[in-house]
């Protein structure tokens, strides 16, 4: 099938009306949360992954998909607004953004933020129509070996690469994995880790896990703390750019577009990082560096291209190869492993209309998130109004009842307490659960083909090292490694965690 008419297939599936719904209700909801700090796109996809059950695999997947690229959206409406970023790759919109907003050109900046990321977002998508059958056939030369290092170094580049250092997050990745094993083993059939309680010989439920680790933990580390301040919408003046403007922000969003798509790629880069880096990239080429700060519509049309192109490239692996470069892209894989599918190679082959559905619905939904955003700012930005304990009772109460509608079983909802307080012990202790559920997502496919790699090669670990393959993987993941101890990577993952 060529790339045409695979096009045509996904538009076919992607225009269904029940599609289009889930479509337009994803970017609805991505864009509300990317518009209300603290919420975040992990909190939203782990929370509606139970309701998913009774959907389509191509409504589902669209629908969660919706909700992670919305976000990315959202997140600059108040950044520039109000300068309260909604979504850490947003928060350095505030700095040129807000002080758009400031002059009285906050229309402006929000239509460049917009059409950028609408540019970038129809590129990355793109990217992914155009290196899916390639890419896939480079994958199906991958073997054990091959599998359980490109996992290798897409954990290590994660926890590496994520706030709270090295050692913690490697820490809490392998805790993920152990908490992965528990269940039957899948070489010997043998229960193992389960303590005598039946309702774990399968494994450990991944819905109940990722809406207890970020949704009731979100919600136990906000009990008691302090509610912001009412906001305000500004004045928000002409919404067309003007011709300067856009004679300035082109170029930024063409090179802030190539570098977030490279970065969606890579495992552990992310969003936050994609913008950060576009951000400083423009500040070093510009004519009038002394503009940055002030209002200059590069340091807005170029981060925000590069975090809505990373939000699209982010697929490419998870779709691909099966493996998830950030902590959303687990959830996704979670997702999609929930209705059967398992995403790699072959998913083109034996999946084509939930691929090519999924890719076409990403451009459509980019178009519904410019129709949403710029002539309904004024809601979103009412969005901040509502009170924050408000939110959290109606999200406690929809993660106990989605759940338990899951299996009936009480044991869910202790297992959601449970996760729910482990989640929040590790975001006091500095840790980030994400790395919990990449560990756990990963740690199982890495025992699989570690075990298999092993047995083929009669228990020679230089299997490893002789495929060269394998052998770019691990040598790509101690380069990561060294990478991240120097003053240079540190400083800069600091700067763009705060």
Known sequence: MDLFASLALGLQVAVTPINLMYCLLGVTLGTAIGVLPGVGPIITISLLLPLTFGLTPEASIIMLAGIFYGAAYGGSTTSILVNLPGEASSAVTCIDGHQMARQGRAGAALAVAALGSFFAGTIGTLLIALAGPPLALIAMRFGAAEYAALVFVALLSTAAMTRGGVVKGVGVALLGMAFGSVGSDVSTGMFRFTFGIPELRDGIDFAVLAVGLFAVAEIIGNIGAPQGDAVSSRNIGRLWPSREDFRRSWPAALRGTGMGALLGVLPGAGLAMSSFTAYMVERSVSKHPEQFGKGAVEGVAGPESANNAASQTAFIPTLLLGIPGSPTMALMLGAFMIHGVQPGPRMMGDHPQLFWGLIVSMWVGNLLLVILNLPLIGLWVRLLRVPYHWLYVFVLAFACVGVFTMG???????????????????????????????????????????????????????????????????????????????????????????
């Open 408 to 498: 009936s079983s009480s044991f869910d909802i202790y297992s959601l307490v449970f996760f729910g307080a482990l989640g929040y012990l590790l975001k006091a202790a500095g840790c980030n659960p994400a790395l919990f559920i990449l560990g756990f997502i990963l740690g199982p496919m890495f025992e699989e083909n570690f075990r298999r790699a092993m047995t083929l090669s009669r228990g020679d670990p230089m299997v490893f090292l002789e495929r060269p393959i394998s052998l770019t993987f691990v040598l790509i993941g101690i380069a990561v490694l060294l990478a991240t101890t120097t003053s240079f990577v540190r400083r800069g993952r600091a700067e763009v965690t705060e």
